[in-house]
């Protein structure tokens, strides 16, 4: 057993924080900015994070285990449904639920229907304002002042997740809010989401840097196998789900061109993630009605909803 697990629960804290926000509010970033390393998809696009990915930060005697929810709050599909459920699932489970906000949007749509959900939720909720270095300071102050009347937060945070203002300051209160107990994780570990599911958002991730514009959000990238060779390297073969002949083929470029310059930026990423040198192999395969199947959404730590 790790040391870290062998800690007293007089001597240590620990507990479970759930990130909330609307669609590129900054989850994703805050998360790997709090961690201190690279645990959930990140890209200029809006994207959501489908699995729930936990982080894991040490901060003094506290460990605190985030959950990182998929941030769709107004379902319309299948797949939206399970990720609503399984975001607010997690949130329910935590022990304070921070509300993420960019403050240059402000009270959208969207941060209308987490507010409204969340005002009643019994857990301790705090407020984090994010992307404070693109707003002047009176609109900050007046953003926090209308959310604090909307909703009781035990306390209001401002941070910049992408230059890292403010985060340590967040991180040193949350540790504060843990429970006494003993570790749940090994101090060394950052995340629980298997190194599998890891590469696969990796992948992913470069194929909407490149193809935002061309590609619906229902792409998806499943890991098929990781096998690791007798010179200690990784060979690693994942498929890209499409939906239509035409995307397969905007996936995979005019000469191959698109598929090899993902390949090789994905490639670099899951070797640093993994530590150890990686062989990467990308297919493309055409499956039009994915987000219809139940064995999908297991793989993504969903649960498939019943009902069209």
């Not at 190194?195 to 959000?217: C, G, M, N, Q, V």
């Not at 993902?262 to 395969?285: N, P, T, Y």
Request: net charge neutral.
């Amino acid at each position: 057993m790790s040391e870290a697990t062998e800690q007293t629960p007089d001597d240590t804290s620990c507990g479970f924080v759930a990130l909330i926000g609307a669609p590129n509010a900054g989850k994703s970033t805050l998360l790997n900015s709090l961690v201190g390393a690279k645990v959930s998809i990140v890209s200029r696009k809006v994207q959501t994070t489908r699995a729930i990915v936990r982080g894991i930060a040490i901060e003094g005697q506290s460990q605190i285990i985030f959950v990182d929810t998929p941030g769709i709050f107004a379902p319309k599909r299948r797949l939206d449904r399970a990720m609503v459920t399984n975001a607010w699932g997690g949130a329910s489970d935590a022990d304070v639920v921070a509300l993420l906000v960019d403050c240059k949007k402000g009270i959208d749509e969207e941060v209308e229907t987490i507010l409204e959900r969340l005002k009643d939720a019994p857990r301790k909720k705090v407020l984090v304002l994010n992307k404070i270095d693109l707003v002047p300071r009176e609109n900050l102050l007046a953003l926090a002042q209308t959310l604090n009347e909307r909703c009781v937060f035990a306390e209001t945070f401002m941070v910049s997740a992408s230059k890292g203002h403010g985060v340590p300051h967040l991180r040193e209160k949350l540790a504060t809010m843990m429970k006494p107990g003993p570790w749940l994780y090994p101090e060394d570990q950052v995340s629980d989401a298997p190194l599998r599911s890891l590469a696969a958002e990796i992948t992913r991730e470069k194929l909407f840097e490149r193809l935002h514009d061309e590609l619906p959000y229902e792409a998806t990238v499943e890991t098929d196998q990781w096998k690791t060779m007798p010179d200690g390297s990784a060979r690693i073969e994942q498929t890209i789900f499409v939906a239509r002949d035409g995307q397969k083929k905007i996936v995979i470029g005019e000469g191959g061109q698109m598929i090899k310059s993902i390949g090789q930026a994905a490639r670099k990423e899951i070797m640093e993630a993994a530590e150890q040198k990686v062989h990467l192999f990308l297919f493309v395969k055409v499956r039009s009605n994915w987000a219809d199947d139940p064995e999908r959404y297991r793989e993504m730590g969903l649960e498939f909803p019943r009902g069209g």
